[in-house]
């Protein structure tokens, strides 16, 4: 077995005439950390779309844990452990925190999920299962007080929170974060910021895009960075930030 968990040949996506991803060849290590920066529009969103398989490349194949993916369906390569998280986070503002967690927990999926699992007592069992692994993770994440809460009653950055815990729900491998820390205060973005290196201690691959250059810097063991869809450089954090054609990358976003 390589030690690659995640690996890309020659994936392209063209939205129009606009290139949003064209990449080569990109591979990610089992128990990396690695951050996805670049500028507004890059395509960082686009790769994780095309990796999670929410979107369909215009060519190019993926693989995950040596299997190829490159036509699966979304819960297929859920099911495989390669989960994601979106830039605009998709709780479901009408359950509570504790009823989000486990129905992203839950190998049911349909309205009539409550009711299914509370008619048998092997369903009982599964149901007791769910809360147990949904509290340990309310409590990790530091929102058990918030169970009974809508999530429409949350802020921005305890959403963020919630949407990291769906996604713990359903056992990780390879955990790809888009944007955790966006819209978050900087104390709830530095105990986030702890929690996403925790996992990755614990053994989870992440995947991170995030702007916050300064959390990017502080807890990533590789950077990879993508302009107009494609990789400009890669390397420890050290070594891309002294990249100049990453601070023109940069600079050039700026000007404009
Ligand atoms: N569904 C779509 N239809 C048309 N164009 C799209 C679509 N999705 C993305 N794009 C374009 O593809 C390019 C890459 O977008 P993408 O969202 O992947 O960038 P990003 O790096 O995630 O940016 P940001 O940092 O702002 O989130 C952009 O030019 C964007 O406008
Ligand atoms: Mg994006």
Redesign the pocket.
Known sequence: MSNKLLEVKNLK?T??G?K??DIENLSFNKNELTSVI????????????LVSRF?QQDIGEIYFKDKKITKSQPYKVSRLGLIRTF?LTKVFDRMTVLENLMFSGSSIKNDSFFQSIISTSSSKKYEKGLKDKAFEIMKDLNIEKMSESYARELSGGQKKLLELGRSLMKNPELLML??PLAGVNPKLAEDLLEKIKNLSDQGITILM?E?NIEAVMKISERVVV?AE?QVIAEGSPQDVRNNNKVIEAYLGTADE
Do not use: M, S
Request: net charge negative; proline share 4%.
């Open positions: 996506k939205f129009g606009l949003a991803v670049g500028p507004n529009g890059a395509g960082k969103t686009t790769f994780f779309d979107q830039q888009d944007e895009v702007h993508l869809g």
